[in-house]
Structure formats: structure tokens, C-alpha cells
């Protein structure tokens, strides 16, 4: 069980456009979900957290225009990336935490951006 | 500044090797996690701490957290190339807060 899946896995777009990618818990509801950035030999870096119903809180620094996050439902979150550059070229990966269970997140596979 | 250090940066043995890798912070945390990341896939999680001084065990790995409950070191016994990854802890200072992740030490075990 608390497996998290993510889509696409992988992504090539060009420089300018906006890219959907997609948050899912397969087997659990959660109402919280985290979307982090790593960029390669690096740690993972917290980009923002989801809540269902309401709107992310962003970490310090992370454009909340730029990176347009919805958690529609207690089992997706989408996050999107407008106007991407390469710089924005990184591991997306999200994760979700069950509810009533405060020290347990799920990480997806996540996916691979890359902006030409 | 980092939350958390973790030291090694790098490290690579030979397969049948023990290993010990650390995390250590100056701030007390009520949890702690470690997680392995193997290349294009996110982390997984291995254990979470919360009692300091805590030992737990998952076959060849040895977890512990320190007494203070601001650092903890993961034990490897015999290493294998399957152990190959990235492992990052994570501490999460109260119940409730996101939890923060360190930078993690790439280990690779060479056959």
C-alpha cells in the first residue's frame, strides 16, 4: 500500500511553454502533499507544500506564479510550470503524507524535465 | 547553512565492506529519517527515529540516533552493489512541521 505515482515520468519541452505534471496517491488519501525540486548530484529541496481544498505555501524563494500547484482532490496534486527556461530543468518529485499518520510520506518516482 | 550535514559526501568501497555514514545537525529534532535514492527514482523510505538513543535494525543496516537527538548514523555490513544509492536523512524538529532533508552521501559499493 501508499504508493504514489507521478506523470509523466519524463518530459522534453520547448523554452516558453508550460508543462502539467501530475500527483497521484494510488491507495490512500492524502491531505497533504509536498513537491520538491533536485537538481543532479543534490539533495532534494522543498519547493512547496499542498493541501487539499486550499492554497500551497511556498518556500522561500519559489516563484508561486512560476510554479502553479493544485490539490483538487485528496488524491492528486498538479503541479505546473509556466513559461518554462532551462534552468527549470530538474528531478521534479512529489510526495504524500497520510492522514493520521504525521511521520510517514510516500515519495512518487518523479519526473524528469527537461526545457530545450 | 544546512539544517543538516551529512558526511561522507562521497564514499566507495569494495563489496563486503562495512561502512558508517552520518547525520548531524545542531538543533534537536523530535523525528528523524533516513532514505536511499537509487538514480531517476525518488527516495525510499528505510526508518524513522524518534526516541533518543534509539537503535532499530533492517537486515545489514544498523540505525541509531543520538542520545541528544541531534545527529544519528546509519551502519552498513557487508556492503553489496544493491546498497549502491544516494542516503539522505531528514529531521523534522515538532510533530506537525515538513521535514527537512540533508545532502545527502552517495555510496557506491563496487563488485
Known amino acids: 500500500g501508499a504508493v504514489v505515482s507521478q506523470h509523466p515520468s519524463w518530459v522534453i519541452c520547448k523554452s516558453g511553454t508550460s508543462v502539467k505534471i501530475e500527483c497521484r496517491s494510488l491507495d490512500f488519501q492524502a491531505t497533504t502533499m509536498f513537491w520538491y525540486r533536485q537538481f543532479p548530484k543534490q539533495s532534494l529541496m522543498l519547493m512547496a507544500t499542498?493541501?487539499?481544498?486550499?492554497?500551497?505555501?511556498?518556500e522561500q524563494g519559489v516563484e508561486k506564479d512560476k510554479f502553479l500547484i493544485n490539490h483538487a482532490s485528496l488524491t492528486l496534486s498538479t503541479l505546473t510550470v509556466t513559461s518554462a527556461h532551462p534552468e527549470d530543468s530538474s528531478f521534479y518529485i512529489c510526495?504524500?503524507?497520510?492522514?493520521?499518520?504525521?511521520?510517514?510520506?510516500?515519495f512518487g518516482p518523479g519526473t524528469r524535465l527537461t526545457v530545450l | 547553512t544546512q539544517l543538516l550535514e551529512q558526511s561522507p559526501q562521497f564514499l566507495s568501497i569494495q563489496e563486503g565492506e562495512n561502512l558508517t555514514v552520518y547525520c548531524n545537525s545542531s538543533s534537536v529534532f523530535s523525528s528523524l529519517q533516513w532514505y536511499r535514492q537509487e538514480p531517476g527514482e525518488g527516495p525510499v523510505l528505510l526508518v524513522t527515529?524518534?526516541?533518543?538513543?534509539e537503535v532499530k535494525k533492517l537486515k545489514r543496516l544498523t540505525f541509531q540516533f543520538g542520545d541528544a537527538r541531534k545527529d544519528s548514523s546509519l551502519h552498513i555490513t557487508a556492503a553489496q552493489p544493491g546498497d549502491t544509492g544516494l542516503y539522505l536523512c531528514a529531521g523534522r524538529k515538532n510533530y506537525g512541521q515538513n521535514f527537512v532533508f540533508g545532502p545527502g552521501t552517495r555510496l557506491s559499493v563496487l563488485p
Open positions: 510526495s504524500a503524507r497520510l492522514a493520521g499518520r504525521g511521520n510517514e510520506q510516500f
Open positions: 499542498s493541501n487539499e481544498g486550499s492554497k500551497a505555501t511556498y
Open positions: 527515529v524518534v526516541t533518543g538513543g
